[in-house]
C-alpha cells in the first residue's frame, strides 16, 4: 500500500446516552447491551490501528527494496538510507536493523526487520521484534504477491504474530489492485488475546500517474474480518461502504463499517464525508457518539492477566 497513513488508536469521548422506561428491568438490560457493544466496537477499532501501523511498517522498507538491493550489493549496508527513508517516522538513532538477501539479482528475496526491544517513533509509539517480508517478483508487476511474517511483533506492548499475504494485480498506469488476506494475533498487556482473519481489497482510484509522489492517491477499501477473542467474544465486521483513504492523510476520511455479532448489527462506525479529520461517529442502538482517533489503549473487561510479553531480540 502506497500512502503514508497509520491509523492510530481509539477512545470513546461522547457517551451513549440512555433513554429511561417504565420497565425498569429492560432499560438496564439494554443500557447494559449498548455498553458492551460499545465497548467492543471501540476495542475493534484499537486492534484496526495496531494492525495498520503494522502494516505500515512492512509497507516503508519494503517498497523501497530496489534501492536497498542496490546499497546492499555496492556498499554491504544502507543506514543512512533508512534513516532517511523513516526520518519523519523514527527518532533519531531509532531506525530497525534491516537485513536483505541480495545474493542473486532475482527473485524471491527476504527482507528482514529486527526491531529489538525499543524502536521509538516520533510520535512516541514503540516498536519491537521481527518482520519478514518475502517478495516474489518486481514491485507494481502483475502476479507478484509479498509475504509479512510478523513474530512477537510489539506495537505499545501489543504483541502480533501471524501472516499477510498480498497479491498485486494490474498494470499501475491505469488499473492497480491489492489483495490482502490475513491471519493475525494481538495480544494485550492485560492478557487479551484477538485473532482476525480477514480479506481486504485495495483499489487505487487516483494517483497512479504519480508513483513517486503518495501524497495525491486516493484508495478505495472493501472487505471483511472475523474476530474471536478470549473475553469468548466472537463477531464479523464488514465495510458495507467503502472506505477511502488518502495519501495526504492519517485516517480514513470517508465509508462505513458495521460490526455483527450472534447475527445482529451491534454497531457501525461511519468515517465521514471526505474530509481529513480525527473523528468518527459510531451508532450504537440507534445513538450517535463521537470517537477521536490517536489516543489510548482500551481496557478490557472480565480478562485475566496471563500471557503477557517481555520484549527483547530472540
Not at 28 to 36: D, I, M
Not at 136 to 165: A, E, H, L, Q, W
Request: proline fraction near 2%.
Amino acid at each position: 500500500m502506497k500512502t503514508t497513513v497509520f491509523f492510530a488508536s481509539l477512545f470513546l469521548v461522547i457517551g451513549l446516552a440512555a433513554c429511561q422506561s417504565k420497565d425498569e428491568t429492560s432499560s438496564g438490560s439494554n443500557v447494559t447491551s449498548s455498553l458492551k457493544s460499545t465497548e467492543i466496537t471501540v476495542n475493534d477499532t484499537h486492534v484496526e490501528g495496531i494492525a495498520c501501523e503494522s502494516q505500515y511498517e512492512a509497507d516503508l522498507l519494503s517498497n523501497s527494496e530496489k534501492m536497498l538491493r542496490y546499497l546492499a550489493n555496492g556498499y554491504g549496508k544502507f543506514n543512512k538510507y533508512v534513516h532517511s527513508k523513516g526520518g519523519l517516522r523514527y527518532q533519531i538513532n531509532h531506525c530497525p536493523d534491516v537485513v536483505i538477501d541480495t545474493a542473486e539479482a532475482g527473485y524471491p528475496i527476504t527482507i528482514a526487520l529486527n526491531y529489538g526491544d525499543s524502536t521509538v517513533l516520533k510520535n512516541g509509539r514503540v516498536l519491537s521484534g521481527k518482520v519478514e517480508i518475502v517478495i516474489s517478483g518486481p514491485k507494481n508487476t502483475d502476479g507478484t504477491i509479498r509475504s509479512i511474517t510478523y513474530t512477537n511483533f510489539s506495537v505499545d506492548s501489543v504483541v502480533i504474530n501471524g501472516s499477510v499475504s498480498e497479491l498485486f494485480n494490474g498494470d499501475n498506469t491505469s488499473t492497480k489492485t491489492i489483495s490482502l488476506t490475513d491471519e493475525l494475533t494481538f495480544l494485550y498487556p492485560d492478557g487479551t488475546l484477538y485473532t482476525r482473519v480477514g480479506k481486504r481489497v485495495n483499489n487505487w482510484l487516483e494517483g497512479l500517474d504519480t508513483e513517486l509522489d503518495p501524497e495525491d492517491d486516493k484508495i478505495e477499501i472493501t472487505g471483511d474480518v472475523s474476530v474471536t477473542n478470549s473475553l469468548g467474544e466472537s463477531y464479523s465486521k464488514t465495510i458495507i461502504e467503502p472506505l477511502i483513504r488518502l495519501g495526504s492523510c492519517k485516517y480514513y476520511v470517508q465509508g462505513i463499517t458495521q460490526i455483527t455479532m450472534n447475527s445482529e448489527v451491534i454497531s457501525s462506525i461511519n468515517y465521514g464525508n471526505g474530509d481529513c479529520d480525527n473523528e468518527a461517529t459510531i451508532t450504537v442502538a440507534g445513538v450517535d457518539s463521537t470517537i477521536v482517533l490517536n489516543s489510548g489503549m482500551p481496557k478490557h473487561s472480565n480478562s485475566s492477566n496471563s500471557g503477557q510479553h517481555k520484549k527483547g531480540k530472540k
